[in-house]
């Protein structure tokens, strides 16, 4: 089973983001979600969302309906492939592995098959910036890259003040800063792209409830943002629901 770390207590978040903003959260919609996707990878992109799910022997890239979470495309990796997060950059999707060390890149309409390129980290997750790929690994650092060729140009590591804050997960860029899943906490990173500072944190505590046996696996995860419609949608592992939040200020 992937990734055995334990979780992230809760007095990193009680000591090292006291004086950093706390954002909560507003239910907006609820719309369903396949609970045997092992959500990876989110993005939004014409009405759709593009969804990697991982597990070994059930990694898949999937294109699926918003308001009805019918899965209408799929494309399955092979067993040995642990799927990771993804991106679109212009007319390609791109979708990064755990372990493999290899993504993939795929036609977004058809999900044929076009490049594969290599990295010398783990994959977790992926967005971009317009600009530049941005990538994780699991650690306090995000990676960038060229969105042509793949090659790493710069980095930076991310710190809430001069605390480094690890398991940096699945990606999202919005209105300018990087929104970084926390693994195994119920936090939202969000971070400035270019000093690596955690600039707040979105508290999404009690969005749905989890049976504690199945805490572990079942976290939150999954970040993609409608830039037209200015929409903010959320999920986790293995969830039976994808929720549209409005991020509130906590008082």
């Keep these: 089973m992937k990734r055995t770390l334990l979780a992230i207590p809760c007095i990193f978040f009680m000591t090292v983001v006291y004086a950093t903003p706390i954002y909560t959260y507003r239910i907006i919609n609820t719309y369903p979600h396949d609970a045997q996707a092992f959500t ?90 317009g600009q530049k790929l941005i990538m994780s690994d699991g650690t306090d650092k995000l990676y960038f890259l060229k969105a042509k060729t793949f090659e790493k140009i710069g980095q930076i590591q991310v710190r809430d003040k001069n605390q480094p804050v690890f398991n940096l997960n699945e990606l999202e860029y919005i209105e300018g800063e990087i929104f970084a899943n926390v693994w195994q906490s119920d936090y939202i990173a969000r971070i400035s792209p270019t000093t690596g500072q955690v600039l707040g944190w979105i508290d999404l505590t009690g969005l749905l409830e989890i049976e504690p046996s199945k805490r572990h696996e079942n976290v939150l995860n999954g970040i993609a943002y409608d830039n037209l419609g200015k929409r903010l949608f959320v999920t986790g592992k293995l969830w039976p629901k994808l929720f549209q939040i409005q991020i509130i200020k906590h008082k």
């Design 40 to 129: 990876q990878g989110l993005i939004y992109h014409n009405d759709h969302l593009y969804e990697s799910t991982g597990l070994w022997g059930r990694s898949s890239l999937r294109k699926v309906e918003l308001k009805t979470g019918k899965v209408l495309q799929i494309k399955n990796l092979p067993r040995q492939i642990f799927g990771e997060g993804i991106t679109r950059w212009q007319n390609q999707i791109i979708q990064l592995t755990w372990r493999s060390r290899i993504g993939f890149v795929y036609r977004t309409e058809t999900f044929e098959n076009l490049d594969r390129f290599a990295y010398n980290t783990e994959g977790w997750g992926i967005t971009h910036d």
